[in-house]
């Protein structure tokens, strides 16, 4: 059994993951109306969204927050990157696994030793070594805080343009 198999929203990434939509002089619009719907559908749930007039003004604020440079942030996070390799979640998941295997009892090689046996992938080196050189958070979660402003804002301002 898979990671997938446990995931009720596995439908979700399938549906985005399709390829291009291939159309031609005999394709049929009823046709590629019901796939378009079930990959509206998708793509709204991927966003936690309903299709109501908000859902949809909120993905319109998503998609172009994510896609249009007019619309995209520079936070001090970026500007404050201290070059090279962007931080990621490994090293910061391994550094917690590592925590709460110590905090339930294990000394800091036994715990390393347990990730390795559970996550083949990761060597009890790799898990080790988390605990050492400076805590770092994942840049993506250094920014969530920033987005939180743009996302009110965006909202604010999508408000004050609505026309009821």
């Known amino acids: 059994m898979t990671d997938d198999d446990h995931d009720p929203n596995v439908w979700i990434h399938e549906t985005l993951d399709r390829p291009p939509l291939r159309i031609d002089d005999h394709t049929d619009a009823p046709a590629l109306a019901a796939e378009l719907r079930e990959r509206l559908e998708a793509l709204l749930a991927a966003h ?3 299709p109501t007039p908000d859902g949809w003004r909120d993905l319109a604020l998503a998609l172009a927050a994510k896609h249009e440079p007019a619309f995209q942030i520079e936070t001090p996070v970026d500007r404050e990157s201290l070059g090279g390799r962007p931080a990621g979640w490994s ?3 391994n550094r917690s696994r590592m925590k709460s295997a110590m905090r ?3 000394n800091q090689k036994q715990a390393a030793q347990q ?6 992938d990761v060597s009890a080196s790799t898990a080790q070594n988390a605990m050492s050189g ?3 958070i994942p840049d ?8 939180r402003i743009l996302d009110r804002a ?3 301002a999508a408000k004050a343009l609505s026309r009821k």
Request: charged fraction near 30%.
């Open 134 to 136: 400076a805590k770092r």
């Open 154 to 156: 965006f909202h604010a």
């Open 104 to 106: 339930a009892g294990l």
């Open 115 to 120: 990730i390795h046996r559970e996550t083949p």
């Open 91 to 93: 090293r910061f998941v």
């Open 140 to 147: 993506q979660m250094a920014r969530w805080q920033y987005e």
């Open 48 to 50: 936690m969204l309903e």
